[in-house]
C-alpha cells in the first residue's frame, strides 16, 4: 500500500512539473524575454561585466588566449526551449527522489538526491558554424544530423565536450568566410550516465528496463557527452570568436 502511494505521489509530481512555476523559472539574467510561455527567441549581445567575463572564463579555461580572440558573446533566451529543458531536469531529481524511497533500485552515491544539480552540466561545449547555428537556436538540437562532423563512436546522439579546446577545432566550429567561428556554450542533463558505443541508438540499461539517460568517452572522468533526448540540452551561451595568426 505505501509503494502504491508513493507512486501516486510520484506521478503526481510529474504531471506537475510542467506547471510548477518554480521549476519554469527564467533564469534571472534573461532581460528580453520574460514571460516562460513566450514564443519569442531572442539572442542578447551580452556587454562587458561579471556575466560575459563569466562566460569568456570558461571559454578560455581550456584554449590559449593568444590563439584566440572572442568577438562577441550572446545569451539565448528560448523560453520554449528552456521550459522543455526545466521539466526535464526536474524529473531526473524526482525520479532520484523516486528511487531513495524504493520505487526503483537507486545507486548509493544517488540515494536520497531529489534536486537536479548533480546531473546538470554548466556548461559543455558544442561547436558548430553559421549555416546552422541560428537552427539550434531557434529550435533546439538535432539528432538527425548525428556523425556529420564526428561520426558516431560513443552513441548516435547530439555530441558535448567537457573542454572549449576540443569543440574549438576547426573540424566542429568551422570557420566562415569572415574566419568567425561559432561555439555554444550549453546547460545539459546528463543524468546517468555510461560508456557510449558506436553507433548505438540508445544508451544501455541501467537497471528494471530503465536505460542510462546520456553515454559518455570515459565513464570515471568524461571529456564527451551524449544525449539521445533533444529537451535534455539549451543552448545558454553563443560565443562568436577567431583563430589568431602567431
Not at 94 to 119: I, M, Y
Not at 147 to 171: I, P
Not at 198 to 210: C, G, M, N, S, Y
Given at each position: ?65 593568444r ?14 526551449m ?28 544517488s ?16 561547436g ?14 538535432n ?11 560513443y ?5 558535448f ?43 544501455a540499461?541501467?537497471h528494471?528496463h ?21 529537451s535534455q ?12 595568426t602567431?
Amino acid at each position: 500500500k505505501e509503494a502504491e502511494q508513493a507512486k501516486q505521489a510520484l506521478q503526481r509530481t510529474l504531471e506537475q512539473a510542467s506547471c510548477d512555476s518554480n521549476v519554469l523559472r527564467l533564469p534571472s539574467t534573461w532581460s528580453a524575454v520574460r514571460d516562460p510561455y513566450s514564443l519569442l527567441v531572442e539572442k542578447v549581445l551580452v556587454a562587458d561585466g561579471p556575466e560575459r567575463r563569466e562566460v569568456e572564463a570558461a571559454f578560455l579555461r581550456t584554449l590559449d588566449p593568444r590563439s584566440f580572440n572572442v568577438v562577441d558573446v550572446h545569451r539565448v533566451e528560448n523560453a520554449s526551449m528552456w521550459r522543455c529543458f526545466a521539466v526535464k531536469r526536474h524529473c531526473m531529481g524526482v525520479r532520484e527522489k523516486a528511487d531513495a524511497v524504493g520505487l526503483v533500485s537507486s545507486s548509493p552515491s544517488s540515494a536520497g538526491t531529489a534536486s537536479f544539480e548533480p546531473f546538470e552540466r554548466r556548461w559543455l561545449f558544442h561547436g558548430t558554424n553559421e549555416a546552422v547555428v541560428d537552427a539550434i537556436i531557434q529550435q533546439g538540437f538535432n539528432r538527425s544530423f548525428t556523425g556529420t562532423n564526428v561520426g558516431a563512436k560513443y552513441g548516435k546522439g547530439v555530441y558535448f565536450a567537457r573542454d572549449a579546446e576540443y569543440s574549438a577545432d576547426k573540424q566542429y566550429s568551422r570557420p566562415g568566410a569572415d574566419g568567425v567561428k561559432y561555439m555554444l556554450l550549453c546547460r545539459v542533463a546528463v543524468g546517468h550516465y555510461c560508456k557510449g558505443e558506436e553507433d548505438a541508438l540508445t544508451p544501455a540499461v541501467r537497471h528494471d528496463h530503465v536505460r542510462c539517460d546520456s553515454t559518455c568517452d570515459k565513464v570515471d572522468n568524461p571529456s564527451i557527452f551524449v544525449t539521445y533526448h533533444d529537451s535534455q540540452a539549451y543552448p545558454e551561451y553563443l560565443v562568436r570568436f577567431r583563430a589568431t595568426t602567431r
